[in-house]
């Protein structure tokens, strides 16, 4: 298109100065002593317009000839930059079909290519580490990291996916925390973040990233209240030795964590591990009126009776609920054994063993019935237990 309109205007021209030369009779006169040169006008401007086009392609072409080698170098580079993308593209599709052999052979004549040198030795680190070649997957991120280009937060990400898949946690929770140190906080980092710090045992801080990325609907519900769950008890095992700090940390605890069973369970032990047997109540109580737990029930015959609250009597109305649950039974015959009441507690436990013959109902029953001086059937109890 561009050519045509080219071709109309100097037709266009051409046709004008022929028509101008027609109709115009000037004339041009050059003296030069002692000659003297007429020509008329029209074959003066067609001469000067030849010589002017004559000169400017004569120039072309000189400017042309001397630009030659860097129009050369300039063509070789599109072609090295072709070849370049075209073995990226191929590393990458070896790479999504799992070949990665081929993949690495292909980002590493990428990488010598020049063509996005970090990029291409990340791919050939991600294959070098599906073959289980650490020292080559090594090799390449330490190339990636020498590369000047814009793939550092690219490269951090993959080194610590990469060491997360070894297993080793500590490099990766550095390699994440220099990652976030530089820019916002993503979402796929954080779920690493996560796995990091839930590798180095770190609960405090796998319970906080854990709320954060639920909030963020970035992990499962189901994963994320795991996580949670598991951090809780950690976190309340390693303070186990002190009891502000215990109470400190489960006060921070959201309530409904707090009544799951296992939690509930491990931070009633933990108190009366440390001989806070009413807080224990609380902890039990609560969790047991959230939902009912076997484990959480035989708990409850270990704790302290709260301010206003009886341990014997909130068990036996919890057996209205509950009049065939074995582990209820056997917690009320410990608690009735505990104030002495020998014949309440002996109906309890005859009742749980009635409805589940187990070891702990066997040795309570044999050991109230060695105190009531009755060996032979204490005995008999004992061997039901063994």
């Known amino acids: 298109m561009k050519g045509l309109v080219w071709f109309l205007v100097v037709a266009a021209s051409a046709v004008g100065l022929a028509l101008l030369a027609n109709i115009n009779e000037g004339y041009i006169l050059l003296v030069t002593p002692p000659y ?159 796995r990091a710090e839930q590798g180095v045992r770190n609960w405090e801080e796998v319970l906080r990233l854990a709320r954060q ?24 095992r390693q303070k186990s030795a002190d009891l502000d700090q215990l109470q400190q940390f489960w006060r921070s605890v959201d309530s409904d964590l707090r009544t799951e069973p296992l939690i509930a369970a491990a931070g009633a032990r933990a108190f009366l591990q440390l001989g806070d047997g009413k807080t224990a109540n609380t902890v039990v109580r609560q969790a047991l009126e959230a939902q009912w737990d076997e484990e959480l029930v035989e708990l409850w015959a270990d704790c302290a009776d709260a301010p206003g609250s009886d341990r014997l009597d909130q068990a036996e109305r919890w057996l209205r609920d509950h009049p065939t649950d074995a582990m209820l039974l056997l917690t009320l015959g410990r608690l009735c054994a505990a104030r002495e009441l020998w014949g309440k507690a002996q109906s309890y436990l005859e009742a749980s063993l009635s409805t589940q013959s187990t070891k702990e109902a066997n040795v309570e029953l044999g050991r109230l019935l060695d105190r009531l001086g009755r060996r032979d059937e204490a005995n008999r109890y004992y061997r039901s237990a063994v």
Request: hydrophobic fraction near 45%; glycine fraction near 4%.
């Open 213 to 236: 990325l639920e909030k963020r609907a970035a992990i499962s519900p189901e994963r994320a209240r795991q996580a949670m769950s598991m951090a809780v008890i950690e976190t309340v």
């Open 36 to 194: 003297r040169t007429e020509i008329s006008l029209a074959l003066f401007v067609f001469v000067l317009v030849l010589v002017f086009a004559l000169t400017y392609s004569m120039l072309r072409i000189v400017v042309h000839t001397l630009r030659l080698p860097g129009y050369v170098a300039a063509f070789r580079l599109r072609q090295r930059e072709s070849r370049a993308q075209e073995s990226l593209r191929r590393a990458w599709r070896a790479y999504f079909e799992g070949r990665f052999g081929h993949a690495q052979q292909l980002a590493a004549r990428t990488f010598e290519l020049g063509e996005s040198p970090g990029l291409a030795a990340l791919l050939a680190a991600r294959a070098s580490h599906f073959m289980h070649d650490g020292e080559r997957r090594d090799l390449w991120l330490a190339r990636a990291g020498s590369a000047y280009d814009d793939d550092r937060n690219a490269r951090l990400a993959t080194q610590a996916e990469l060491l997360l898949d070894d297993r080793r946690y500590e490099e990766a929770r550095r390699v994440l925390q220099e990652l976030h140190a530089a820019g916002p906080r993503h979402v796929s980092t954080l779920r690493m973040l996560l």
